[in-house]
Structure formats: structure tokens, C-alpha cells
């Protein structure tokens, strides 16, 4: 019976050898519970994302053994790519409108573990053993219900790594072939792309804590020669936090007037330009006030996936300060596109 918290991974630099591979979907991560009629979506912090996705509920119901707990992710595929701005589109407060986006942009479940099936717990039951029992219970299944592929060779595994990435996913998982299905524990092994850019930091948020850096705005400028924000570099021990406001404040500006992102506070600008604070259903009540700083300095920062080509998908990791660079060196022309590559290669 639901919740149940899904099995986690931990970062590592290499695919390690001696494992069970898959690739690491870039959706929601959701774990579906069917008892006959009754189909139920779960996500990983354990809330319902069941009325979100009525095509797939239905979907589901229809396509999986009448009894089952399935470990996967939701996806939205687009033009054979992994659209994960559609998907946050789907949290959404009115019923009507998910509705109309479910019959729009109908997503897809691709099932890569099972915990459960008929009257007989899985979580006990190792890794190579439950594989087997999902390829069985999901047999000749069809779309949008996807088996997860799955190989167990290393070179395999390496050339998923590098294709991939041009569908839209971000990397591998590896899992060990006798682990049980630990719950909220990291278990698993995922493996990431990692990439460097030149960014303009151009504010900062404070830190929930006190005055001291909670979050660096990052920007970008794009061919229009307009500085897009494009995320943001968050983990910092506290001492570092403390001493960012320091080396920052010479290029505090009195008030947003005359920055690039000036106009972030209204919602009408957020249809034409990157700027920070974009209202949003995940921001809530959220402040999203910033300290504007005068756009001089450039940073280097670790990403592991642009989202559209427009913004860094995951919060970037700080590297170094690059006293070498100019602001205005710092755009898009720099980031390396991923050579694209067909979703409905990977799911048939």
C-alpha cells in the first residue's frame, strides 16, 4: 500500500563495472500501484501525482498485471525528445486544464523495477531476480507503457552514456545484480554528464539562515546581446556564504534600475525574457527576492544538462572565479550541443 519511497543513487565519476545498466530518464519519478480498478501514482516524496496524469492512469490500468507495484518515471516525449518543461506544466490546480494538456502533450510511464506483484512482496528479492520478473509481468506491453531497456554489458552501458544525452536523458544508472529494493536508501550508482560554462553572475539570493549568500544568479547572453538568466550555484559551505557577501559587495547596485534584469518583478516580462523570480506553481509563496549586482564578474560553473537549450536543468556547481574572462565573452555559443538522437530508438 502506497506511500512507498523509491530506491536512490549516489554520484559517481565512472560507470562502474559488474552491474545491471539502464538510462536515467529525466521525467518524474513515480511509483504506480494498480489493485484492479484502482490505479494510484506515487512520487518520490511520497505525494499522489495520480490526478495529474489521467491518460496514464487509464493507460495503466489497462496495460499492467491486475495486481502490481511498479517502480519508473513519467515522461513527455516531443518531437523524440524528453520534454521536461511539459511535465511541470502538469502540476497544475485545475482540472480542466490538466485535462486539456493530458489530450495535448499525453506523457508516457517507462517501468524499470518491480516490488510487487499479486499477493507476493519484491523488495526482499535481489536485483537480477525482479528484472525478470518485470520483463515476464510486462511482456509484449505497449505504448504508453515502456519497459525500461536494460544490459548488463559495460560497453553497452558506455554507448547509452554518450547517445543518450541527445534524447534528453542524463546519463546511467547502475545497480548492483543482488541489491534488494532499499526504500529511500542510495543503493544505485548514477553516472552524469558534466560540462563547463563561463557565466555572468549578476545577484544573489540571501540564505534562509541569515545575511550571508544563499544562491548566485547566473546569466547567459544570447545572440541578441540581452544577459538571459539561466539558473543558478547554491551549495556552498556556510563559511563561504559569509564570504561571498564580502567579495560581492563592490558590485552591489543601490536598486534594480539599469540592470539587465530589471523588470523581473513584472509577470509580463517573463513571456520574453529569462529573468529571475518567474512566478511559478513550485515557488508558492516563496521569496524570490534577489541583490542586484552590477554584471562584471564571471564565473565557471559545472552543469550536467541544458533544459530546451535555454537554462541549466539542475542547480550549477560552482568551480572557480575567471578573472580572464569579460562578461560579455560569456554566451550561449559556448555550451556544447549534444548530438541528437530518437527517443523511439531507446523505447522501440
Given at each position: 500500500?502506497?506511500?512507498v519511497?523509491?530506491?536512490?543513487?549516489?554520484?559517481?565519476?565512472?560507470i562502474?563495472?559488474?552491474?545491471?545498466?539502464?538510462?536515467?530518464?529525466?521525467g518524474?519519478?513515480?511509483?504506480?500501484?494498480?489493485?484492479?480498478?484502482?490505479?494510484?501514482?506515487?512520487?518520490?516524496?511520497?505525494?499522489?501525482l495520480?490526478?495529474?496524469?489521467?491518460?496514464?492512469?487509464?493507460?495503466?490500468g489497462?496495460?499492467?498485471?491486475?495486481?502490481?507495484?511498479?517502480?519508473?518515471?513519467?515522461?513527455?516525449?516531443?518531437?523524440?525528445?524528453?520534454?521536461?518543461?511539459a511535465?511541470?506544466?502538469?502540476?497544475?490546480?485545475?482540472?480542466?486544464?490538466?485535462?486539456?494538456?493530458?489530450?495535448?502533450?499525453?506523457?508516457?510511464?517507462?517501468?524499470?523495477?518491480?516490488?510487487?506483484?499479486?499477493?507476493?512482496?519484491?523488495?526482499?528479492?535481489?536485483?537480477?531476480?525482479?528484472?525478470?520478473?518485470?520483463?515476464?509481468?510486462?511482456?509484449?506491453?505497449?505504448?504508453?507503457?515502456?519497459?525500461?531497456p536494460?544490459?548488463?554489458?559495460?560497453?553497452?552501458?558506455?554507448?547509452?552514456?554518450?547517445?543518450?544525452?541527445?534524447?534528453?536523458?542524463?546519463?546511467?544508472?547502475?545497480?548492483?545484480?543482488?541489491?534488494?529494493?532499499?526504500?529511500?536508501?542510495?543503493?544505485?550508482?548514477?553516472?552524469?554528464?558534466?560540462?563547463?560554462?563561463?557565466?555572468?553572475?549578476?545577484?544573489?539570493?540571501?540564505?534562509?539562515?541569515?545575511?550571508?549568500?544563499?544562491?548566485?544568479?547566473?546569466?547567459?547572453?544570447?545572440?541578441?546581446?540581452?544577459?538571459?538568466?539561466?539558473?543558478?550555484?547554491?551549495?556552498?559551505?556556510?563559511?563561504?556564504?559569509?564570504?561571498?557577501i564580502?567579495?560581492?559587495?563592490?558590485?552591489?547596485?543601490?536598486?534594480?534600475?539599469?540592470?539587465?534584469?530589471?523588470?523581473?518583478?513584472?509577470?509580463?516580462?517573463?513571456?520574453?525574457?529569462?529573468?529571475?523570480?518567474?512566478?511559478?506553481?513550485?515557488?508558492?509563496?516563496?521569496d524570490?527576492?534577489?541583490?542586484?549586482?552590477?554584471?562584471?564578474?564571471?564565473?565557471?560553473?559545472?552543469?550536467?544538462h541544458?533544459?530546451?537549450?535555454?537554462?541549466?536543468?539542475?542547480?550549477?556547481?560552482?568551480?572557480?572565479?575567471?578573472?580572464?574572462?569579460?562578461?560579455?565573452?560569456?554566451?550561449?555559443?559556448?555550451?556544447?550541443?549534444?548530438?541528437?538522437?530518437?527517443?523511439?530508438?531507446?523505447?522501440?
Open positions: 500500500m502506497p506511500p519511497k523509491p530506491m536512490l543513487a549516489k554520484s559517481v565519476a565512472k562502474p563495472p559488474g552491474m545491471q545498466y539502464e538510462a536515467k530518464w529525466d518524474f519519478r513515480a511509483i504506480v500501484f494498480r489493485d484492479g480498478a484502482e490505479v494510484e501514482l506515487g512520487s518520490r516524496t511520497g505525494k499522489p495520480t490526478r495529474y496524469f489521467p491518460e496514464l492512469v487509464s493507460a495503466l489497462e496495460r499492467l498485471p491486475e495486481r502490481c507495484v511498479l517502480d519508473g518515471e513519467i515522461v513527455i516525449a516531443r518531437d523524440g525528445h524528453l520534454d521536461f518543461d511535465l511541470t506544466e502538469r502540476i497544475h490546480p485545475a482540472d480542466s486544464r490538466v485535462r486539456t494538456l493530458a489530450e495535448r502533450t499525453p506523457s508516457s510511464f517507462v517501468a524499470f523495477d518491480l516490488l510487487a506483484l499479486a499477493d507476493e512482496s519484491l523488495l526482499d528479492v535481489p536485483l537480477t531476480d525482479r528484472r525478470a520478473l518485470l520483463e515476464r509481468a510486462l511482456s509484449g506491453v505497449t505504448a504508453p507503457v515502456h519497459l525500461a536494460a544490459t548488463t554489458d559495460l560497453e553497452v552501458a558506455q554507448g547509452w552514456f554518450e547517445q543518450y544525452e541527445g534524447a534528453g536523458l542524463d546519463g546511467v544508472i547502475a545497480k548492483p545484480l543482488t541489491v534488494r529494493y532499499l526504500q529511500d536508501e542510495r543503493a544505485m550508482f548514477k553516472i552524469k554528464h558534466e560540462r563547463t560554462a563561463d557565466v555572468v553572475v549578476a545577484g544573489y539570493r540571501l540564505h534562509k539562515s541569515g545575511p550571508v549568500v544563499g544562491s548566485l544568479l547566473l546569466g547567459l547572453y544570447d545572440d541578441q546581446g540581452r544577459l538571459q538568466h539561466v539558473g543558478v550555484s547554491a551549495a556552498f559551505p556556510m563559511k563561504r556564504r559569509a564570504e561571498l564580502e567579495e560581492l559587495e563592490p558590485l552591489r547596485m543601490a536598486d534594480v534600475a539599469g540592470h539587465p534584469w530589471a523588470a523581473w518583478s513584472d509577470e509580463a516580462a517573463h513571456e520574453t525574457a529569462r529573468l529571475p523570480g518567474a512566478p511559478s506553481r513550485w515557488s508558492g509563496k516563496k524570490l527576492s534577489w541583490v542586484p549586482l552590477s554584471p562584471e564578474r564571471v564565473a565557471e560553473v559545472a552543469y550536467d541544458m533544459e530546451n537549450g535555454a537554462r541549466f536543468r539542475h542547480t550549477a556547481r560552482f568551480r572557480r572565479w575567471r578573472p580572464d574572462r569579460t562578461p560579455d565573452s560569456c554566451t550561449y555559443a559556448q555550451l556544447e550541443e549534444p548530438v541528437r538522437y530518437d527517443l523511439g530508438e531507446i523505447l522501440g
